[in-house]
């Protein structure tokens, strides 16, 4: 009878603890996404001090939006699945105070008959008043088996009480955490409607700039241009000479191990979040103009290291509109680091993955961005970067 009650408890735990690893992971969430948030909180004090807005401030301030409305719906369903718990937890402490409730009043309604309080008052004159041996070895197991009942029946008490016990710290340990996640959703509500204030507060500022930010982007989508010629001149000329020629072991086995580590190669940055998306995308306020990347932006923080991605060898270095770019070659794939302030490798270089090849540079005419653009290429096709770098 204990072990179908251990099996029938463990059954009933089952969807619980489903529910918990939900919460659990949901926490993982949350506190991935409060390292975003202290990213972008750490690049935007290192903005110029200035209320004066900017493309790189409020391209900061959106990536801040965005990661807290996702931290605000996470804690939301962290609240949900909190109250379903509790409401489980509340359900079975109930239904295991009814039990116990039962068992007392079974127990309660034993010890009141005669015949058990004879018997247990005097268990031997019970046995001795048995009319022959045959009767008398009935009754001494039945006293055995009432005893053993009885015993059974006091356990199943105790056990019940301990379960409604954990039931009621578990129930409580919900509540202050319940309580402590509805603290974290309202501040970061405040926090939330604060950031939508600056936005718009920016939005307004940059419409009354919008021909300096027009002939801005047209400069900079210039200088994009010769720097994305630069690179594919540089890696078609490379391509050329390899034309023909096989790859060594060593190189099949880095390029091998480059694709099939596809979605999980380390970032080029320790930390950094995607500023400008592969391919073309609309301009965060310019109406009707369009943004072409043909690569990844990322932006860390000041004196951020470069990494190379994976094992390789550096086949360029070279210096393009005041900034550094280095090119690392992974068998037929090569990966491409520009907006470098210094660089500590050069044109041969082996190089190990996550092995620093320069810092990136701060623009000190930009906002204080300090932001490198990354390429991956596979042969002399472009690559989308987002799909090879891990999540």
Excluded at 295 to 303: A, C, K
Aim: glycine share 4%; aromatic share 6%.
């Amino acid at each position: 009878m204990r072990r179908l009650l251990i099996y029938m408890m463990i059954l009933l735990s089952l969807p619980l603890a489903a529910q918990r690893q939900s919460v659990n992971d949901l926490k993982k969430q949350r506190e991935k996404t409060l390292r975003e948030l202290e990213k972008t909180g750490q690049m935007l004090n290192e903005t110029k001090k200035s209320e004066t807005a900017t493309l790189n401030k409020l391209n900061l301030l959106n990536k801040d939006i965005a990661a807290r409305r996702r931290l605000i719906s996470n804690i939301n369903s962290e609240i949900d699945v909190l109250n379903t718990e509790m409401d489980e937890l509340s359900l079975r402490r109930d239904s295991l105070q009814e039990t116990l409730e039962s068992l007392k009043a079974d127990y309660a309604r034993l010890v009141r008959q005669t015949h058990y309080q004879d018997m247990m008052q005097s268990p031997l004159r019970f046995v001795l008043q048995a009319e022959d041996f045959n009767q008398a070895m009935r009754r001494i197991r039945y006293l055995q088996e009432f005893q053993r009942y009885r015993k059974e029946q006091v356990a199943r008490i105790q056990n019940t009480q301990a379960e409604i016990d954990i039931q009621t710290g578990l129930l409580e340990s919900h509540r202050v955490e319940k309580e402590q996640t509805l603290t974290v959703q309202k501040r970061e509500t405040e926090n939330l409607a604060r950031d939508e204030r600056k936005q718009q507060t920016m939005l307004q500022q940059l419409k009354k700039k919008e021909k300096d930010l027009l002939a801005q982007q047209k400069k900079q989508q210039k200088k994009a241009d010769e720097l994305n010629r630069k690179i594919e001149d540089i890696i078609k000329q490379q391509a050329a000479k390899q034309k023909g020629q096989r790859m060594t072991k060593e190189q099949q086995l880095i390029a091998g191990g480059f694709e099939a580590n596809k979605g999980r190669l380390p970032w080029p940055v320790e930390k950094g979040m995607v500023s400008g998306e592969f391919g073309i995308h609309p301009h965060p306020t310019l109406p009707k103009v369009t943004v072409n990347n043909k690569g990844i932006y990322i932006q860390t923080t000041r004196g951020a290291a470069v990494r190379a991605v994976y094992d390789g060898e550096v086949t360029s270095c070279f210096v393009m509109g005041g900034t550094n770019a280095v090119i690392i070659q992974h068998g037929n794939y090569r990966t491409v680091y520009t907006g470098l302030a210094t660089i500590s490798v050069k044109k041969g270089d082996k190089v190990k993955t996550k092995q620093s090849i320069g810092t990136v540079y701060t623009d000190p005419d930009n906002d204080n961005k300090t932001e490198m653009f990354f390429q991956v290429w596979k042969d002399k096709d472009i690559q989308n970067p987002s799909l090879w770098l891990a999540h």
